[in-house]
Each structure stands twice: as structure tokens, then as C-alpha cells.
């Protein structure tokens, strides 16, 4: 099984990233995707979910009219749009993959660092 992500980097507030994560060694259509972070000294929270293409996602609070997760299933890949980039969005993003009937099946990526400047 790998999940992996890309897209991170520096970005002035305000500039825009597109997070890409693609997954191998598992049933991906079987997968709610979702994307994570964890801020220093934070712990790890939810920025956006999707349980399948064109399902329901679900957004922080914080990120909700700003970011947009997408799946396309064919290429086992899952995305997320960042527009609006925030200082306080500075963070290592992760991809994880959760089973949605077996929930106990897990996968995380390594992360991917997004920085945003002021």
C-alpha cells in the first residue's frame, strides 16, 4: 500500500495550491479520502473529506468557501484545492485513505508542507 503526496510548498497569503495524493495496493473506490494537517505543536486535524465521487465532503470550519476536495476514482488520486491561503494554514498536510465499510483499514501518506508568508 502507498499513499503519496505532492503539491506542498511556500505561497504568499492570499496565493493559491493544489495538494495531489495518489494511492496504490488497495481498492480505492472502497476508500473515504481526506486530507489532514498538523500545524507545530498542534495536533493533527480534519480539513476535508470525501466519501466518493460526486458523495458528500465535509470541511473544517476553518477552510469551508476557501479549499475543495476532489476524487477522480480512475486514477486512484484525490485533491485538494487551496485557494485564499492563510498564514495560519501553514501546516504538513496528509492524505489518508479509511475503508467505508471496514473502517479498521487505514492508510496515511508521508505528508506534504504547505507554508504560507504574511
Known amino acids: 500500500v502507498q499513499v503519496v503526496e505532492s503539491g506542498g510548498g511556500l505561497v504568499q497569503s492570499g496565493g493559491s495550491l493544489r495538494l495531489s495524493c495518489v494511492a496504490s495496493?488497495?481498492?480505492?473506490?472502497?476508500?473515504?479520502m481526506s486530507w489532514y494537517r498538523q500545524a507545530p505543536g498542534k495536533e493533527r486535524e480534519l480539513v476535508a473529506s470525501?466519501?466518493?465521487?460526486?458523495?458528500?465532503?465535509n470541511y473544517a470550519d476553518s477552510v469551508k468557501g476557501r479549499f475543495i476536495i476532489s476524487r477522480d476514482d480512475a486514477k486512484n488520486s484525490v485533491y485538494l484545492q487551496m485557494n485564499g491561503l492563510k498564514p495560519e494554514d501553514t501546516a504538513v498536510y496528509y492524505c489518508?485513505?479509511?475503508?467505508?465499510?471496514?473502517?479498521?483499514?487505514?492508510?496515511w501518506g508521508q505528508g506534504t508542507q504547505v507554508t504560507v508568508s504574511s
Open positions: 495496493g488497495f481498492t480505492f473506490s472502497s476508500y473515504r
Open positions: 489518508n485513505a479509511r475503508g467505508i465499510v471496514v473502517t479498521s483499514l487505514d492508510y
Open positions: 470525501i466519501r466518493s465521487v460526486g458523495g458528500s465532503s
